[in-house]
């Protein structure tokens, strides 16, 4: 399985970004595909999730309102709009995919960077 993030880069605060995931290696029926991310010298933090059978979305509350999950299972990509970005939103982005009954994510992307400029 692949996973392979991009969208990342610079930003002013405010701005926006469109992160994707491309998801490869299986089918994910009844699989969450989620988002995490690490800002430098944090540990790292659950962003959001959705479902890939109904597109059923959950987010942290930091980023409720401002950020938006969607997928499209034609192309096996996720993605992660981003809008009314803070500087506090720097981070490697993560994409991530667990089954829909585990609690654990089981496989990862390599991340992407996102720095948001004040």
């Known amino acids: 399985v692949q996973l392979q993030a991009s969208g990342g880069g610079l930003v002013q605060a405010g701005g926006s970004l469109r992160l994707s995931c491309a998801a490869s290696g299986r089918t994910f029926t009844n699989w969450h595909m989620g988002w995490v991310r690490q800002a430098p010298g944090k540990e790292r933090e659950f962003v959001g999730r959705i479902t890939w059978n109904l597109g059923t979305t959950y987010y942290s509350d930091s980023v409720k309102g401002r950020f938006t999950i969607s997928r499209d299972t034609a192309k096996n990509t996720v993605y992660l709009q981003m809008n009314s970005l803070k500087p506090e939103d720097t981070a490697v982005y993560y994409c991530?995919?667990?089954?829909?009954?585990?609690?654990?994510?089981?496989?990862w992307g390599q991340g992407t960077l996102v720095t948001v400029s004040s």
């Open positions: 991530a995919a667990r089954s829909s009954g585990a609690y654990d994510w089981k496989y």
